[in-house]
């Protein structure tokens, strides 16, 4: 619940995002399919949903539940990470079909890429050491309220 509450505070500010606590309501196991299906049925079959991944977890789509139905319900929008490719490869394409593979290569998003990872962050607030400047403030906050990571 609290990484729910740390993501909802920091996109609270912008409402080009929509939250959504489906996954963390939901009992048993969670498959992305699952969600998107639900939203879908929720918003209607016009919505368009934008599924933001890591390119680390582009390199294992093909691992996920219902891949080929997922990429036509959803449109898959890759950001850079340090240390892996953004490049699809022709496996993935013969899972979701080349149309697919086209909007994942269109949805690409390049971000100066941040030079800590949040086990890092993690680390740092056990050690007592500062995290300002790297994650958003409302976030940093959040974490302070709670004593999350916080030494024992």
Same mark, same amino acid.
């Given at each position: 619940?609290?990484?729910?509450?740390?993501? =909802?505070?920091?996109?609270?500010?912008?409402?080009? %995002?929509?939250? +959504? !606590? /489906?996954?963390? $309501?939901?009992?048993? =196991?969670?498959?992305?399919?699952?969600?998107?299906?639900?939203?879908? *049925? *929720?918003?209607?079959? !016009?919505?368009?949903? %934008?599924?933001?991944?890591?390119? !680390?977890?582009? &390199?294992?789509?093909?691992?996920?539940?219902?891949? =080929? @139905?997922? #990429?036509? /319900?959803? *449109? %898959?929008?890759?950001? &850079?990470?340090?240390?892996? +490719?953004? !490049?699809? +490869?022709?496996?993935?394409?013969?899972?979701?079909?080349?149309?697919?593979?086209?909007?994942?290569? $269109?949805? $690409?998003?390049?971000?100066?890429?941040?030079?800590? #990872? #949040?086990?890092?962050? $993690? @680390?740092?607030?056990?050690?007592?050491?500062?995290?300002?400047? /790297?994650?958003?403030?409302?976030?940093?906050?959040?974490?302070?309220?709670?004593? /999350?990571? #916080?030494?024992?």
């Amino acid at each position: 619940i609290h990484r729910y509450q740390m993501v =909802k505070a920091a996109v609270n500010e912008n409402d080009k %995002f929509e939250i +959504s !606590d /489906l996954e963390i $309501r939901r009992e048993g =196991k969670s498959y992305t399919i699952d969600t998107v299906q639900e939203i879908l *049925h *929720h918003y209607g079959e !016009d919505c368009e949903v %934008f599924l933001i991944m890591g390119a !680390d977890s582009l &390199n294992e789509l093909e691992l996920w539940k219902n891949i =080929k @139905k997922l #990429s036509q /319900l959803c *449109h %898959f929008v890759i950001v &850079n990470r340090p240390g892996y +490719s953004t !490049d699809t +490869s022709d496996k993935l394409a013969e899972l979701i079909g080349n149309e697919n593979i086209l909007d994942i290569e $269109r949805l $690409r998003i390049e971000i100066e890429p941040v030079g800590v #990872s #949040s086990t890092e962050i $993690r @680390k740092r607030l056990k050690d007592g050491i500062e995290i300002k400047g /790297l994650v958003p403030e409302c976030v940093e906050a959040y974490i302070e309220e709670y004593g /999350l990571y #916080s030494p024992a």
